[in-house]
Each structure stands twice: as structure tokens, then as C-alpha cells.
């Protein structure tokens, strides 16, 4: 006769090992594999990450998605595209995500959403923002939440127009973000002003930029204004070698993610006056979505958002919202149902559009100031993303066909 006591493990070893050939989706998990450059851009990333958290808390304390709980896998790329794809194999083989996630660097980017292509798997591209994600290099597998290259630099373009300023330069990080944004600033500006002279250009390195010969060569040029591109520590170290060599000094500057705050915070007494810029300013927004997401960011990690609190927060309740409209997440029916899916954001509503994959979601357009010591934006708008698109028959011919 067998004890009762081997009777009972025997059962408890054929549970568990029906319980490890069981998906994760049958226990009643959503998983949502991400991928970032975490270590190379923290300034965003880490706001990006815990308004990803917080709305993870928040969908999971309503009872998650169609009655199963959402599970965040969070991966460093190394800010490598080859990285990236070997990550996202890794996420689907071993760790069986549902859907992938995330993407900082439009290079990085570029490979997953190629991945998705191969694989025929579903991609969100949170925030890289190259216009071949949604064009060029489109596919149906692939959406994209943030505002992208060409909408950005399309809601600064008229502000641009407006100073009636014929000679610029430009500087950009020498990768596909500061490439196509230096490309669809000369298109725009050109159509909007056509004397308009582009008389510098500078391209350094993205996370290596020679800031005095930078700064020089477009002081030589002697332009009218500056258009630049650079973020980060790159931003940091431009405005503090121009402020020095006063290339700021009676020139107007446009300039694309600078009143975000990750940027303009740590610029600090260094901030410039009166540049145009996108950017995010947290504590000015009185909508009651962006109240009520900025309370509960507070409440939770006693800290105030960034922009990318937003991007975080916006794409995991964009996935939440796509698989409760797909009733599941078999890829097909949730490529499906993100055409035209409208996501509740604490910028307000956002669609995501049928003809591209872009979401509709804008930026506020501004001001820098030096306000004390702390830069800060001002006389801002918030631009709807999706009056800045170009017309559906110039995506099509952009686009390939699904």
C-alpha cells in the first residue's frame, strides 16, 4: 500500500508540472514585454518607466483586462539595435509575452518594428519618433503613440515662419531622429518662406558632441537663426558653450523637445529666455485628466511627472484599451483593433490613425524662460497631433501596402 503521504506529493509534483505547461495567459496574465535604453537614457526613461507602473497599478486595481491582471517585463536594449531584436526574441520565446513594447532611440526602434514586420508580431512603439516607423518602414504589425518627427517640426514651422528670419543654421545628433527632423525642417520652413538660406549645418555625434568647435562653426556662419535638435546631456552641454561664446545673443532659436522637462530641468540657471520649443509644462496643464493623472503620480512616487510619465502611462493604457476592444490578444484581432482605437490620455482623448498606425496624440508648443533660476515654459498651446499629419494620399504614397 502507498502512504497517504506519498500519494499527496506525487499530486502536488503533477499540479505544478501542469501548471508550468499552462500559458501564462490561461492563469490570467497579460503580458506586456518592453524594451528601452534605460542605462543610456535615464533623464527620460525613468519617468517613462513609473508612469508605466502607475498605470499598470491602476488597470490591475479594476480587475485588469477582461478579467485578467497586466504583467510588465521591463528589458535594457543597450541602446543597440541588435540588442533590441535579441532582447525581444528572448521576451517571446522564454518569457511568452503577449505583445511588445517601448523603443527610445528611432534606431532601436527602427529594428523592432522591422521584428514585428518578420514575426508577425504586435508592436506599440512608445516613443521613438523617426517617420519611418509609421511610413517608409510601416507595417500592420506596428503602431506608434508619441507625436512623431515631421508632427513636431510641422507645429514649430509656423512659429518659425513668423520671425521672418532668412538665414539659419541647424544642428542635430547625426542619427535617423535628428536627420529626418533637420530634412522636414528645410522642406516646411523652405514651402513656408521660400527665400529662406540654410547657411550651417552641424551633425555631431549623438552622445558625443564637440560642443566649442559646434558652437564655433555655427557662430562663424553667422545666422539669422537656430534650429537644434540636440536633447539630453547633449542639449546641456550646447547651451552652456553658447551661453560662454554668446552664439544665443540676439538670435532667435527653435527647438524640438527642449521645454520637456528632463531637458530643461537640469539646464537650471543656464536656461535660455524666449526659445521656441515643444515640450511639456506639468505644472501649468488644469485639464481634469491630466489632474487627476498628476495627483495620483504624486501620491505614488512623490515626484512630478516628465513627459515621459506621459508616454509611459499613455502606452500601457493604449495596449490595455486595445486588447479589451480585441477580446484578447491574438495579434490579428488586436492589430485590428487599434485601427482607429481611442485611448482616454492625461492629454485628453487620442486616436490611433487607420491610414499610418500614428496616434493623434500633440505637444505643447512655447516658451523657454529663466524664471529664477529654473527654466520653465511659457506662453504655451497644446497642438492636437492629428492636425499636423500629412494628407492620407501623401501617406500612401509613403506607406508601404499591408
Not at 115 to 123: D, H
Not at 200 to 217: M, N, R, Y
Not at 220 to 226: F, G, H, R, S
Request: charged share 25%.
Amino acid at each position: 500500500m502507498i502512504p497517504l503521504r506519498h500519494v499527496f506529493c506525487a499530486a502536488s509534483v503533477v499540479t505544478l508540472a501542469t501548471a508550468a505547461l499552462v500559458p501564462a495567459h490561461a492563469q490570467g496574465v497579460i503580458k506586456i514585454g518592453e524594451i528601452n535604453s534605460y542605462k543610456a537614457q535615464p533623464a527620460f526613461l525613468e519617468p517613462y518607466k513609473k508612469g508605466m507602473e502607475l498605470a499598470v497599478d491602476e488597470i490591475n486595481a479594476k480587475g485588469g483586462v477582461n478579467g485578467k491582471k497586466i504583467e510588465l517585463i521591463s528589458r535594457d536594449d543597450n541602446a543597440n539595435p541588435g540588442d533590441a531584436v535579441r532582447v525581444a526574441e528572448e521576451l517571446i520565446s522564454r518569457e511568452k509575452i503577449d505583445v511588445l513594447a517601448g523603443a527610445f532611440l528611432s534606431n532601436t526602434g527602427l529594428a523592432l518594428t522591422d521584428f514585428a514586420k518578420q514575426k508577425k508580431f504586435f508592436y506599440l512603439a512608445a516613443e521613438p519618433l523617426t517617420d519611418k516607423i509609421v511610413w517608409s518602414n510601416g507595417n500592420k504589425y506596428t503602431y506608434r503613440l508619441r507625436p512623431s518627427t515631421y508632427m513636431q517640426v510641422a507645429m514649430l514651422v509656423p512659429e518659425a515662419a513668423k520671425l521672418k528670419k532668412k538665414r539659419w543654421a541647424i544642428v542635430y545628433p547625426n542619427y535617423e531622429y535628428g536627420q529626418s527632423s533637420a530634412a522636414t525642417f528645410k522642406t516646411l520652413l523652405k514651402a513656408a518662406q521660400p527665400d529662406v538660406e540654410f547657411v550651417a549645418e552641424q551633425a555631431p555625434p549623438l552622445g558625443k558632441v564637440d560642443t566649442g568647435s559646434v558652437v564655433q562653426a555655427l557662430a562663424d556662419a553667422k545666422p539669422d537663426a537656430i534650429f537644434n535638435v540636440l536633447f539630453g546631456a547633449d542639449l546641456s552641454k550646447f547651451v552652456r558653450e553658447g551661453n560662454t561664446r554668446g552664439l544665443f545673443k540676439d538670435r532667435e532659436v527653435v527647438s524640438v523637445l527642449t521645454g520637456e522637462p528632463e531637458y530643461l530641468d537640469p539646464l537650471k540657471d543656464e536656461a535660455p529666455n524666449g526659445w521656441i520649443v515643444t515640450g511639456y509644462p506639468w505644472n501649468g496643464v488644469k485639464t481634469p485628466e491630466h489632474k487627476a493623472f498628476l495627483d495620483a503620480y504624486q501620491a505614488k512616487f512623490k515626484d512630478y511627472p516628465r513627459l515621459g510619465s506621459v508616454v509611459g502611462y499613455s502606452a500601457i493604457h493604449s495596449i490595455a484599451a486595445g486588447i479589451k476592444k480585441a477580446g484578447g490578444t491574438d495579434t490579428e484581432k488586436l492589430v485590428a483593433a487599434f485601427k482607429g482605437l481611442q485611448v482616454d490620455t492625461p492629454f485628453g482623448k487620442i486616436s490611433y490613425r487607420a491610414q499610418d498606425n500614428q496616434s493623434t496624440m500633440g505637444a505643447y508648443v512655447g516658451k523657454t524662460k529663466n524664471d529664477g533660476g529654473k527654466g520653465v515654459m511659457v506662453d504655451y498651446v497644446y497642438l492636437d497631433g492629428a492636425k499636423f499629419q500629412p494628407s492620407d494620399e501623401e501617406v500612401k504614397k509613403m506607406r508601404p501596402a499591408d
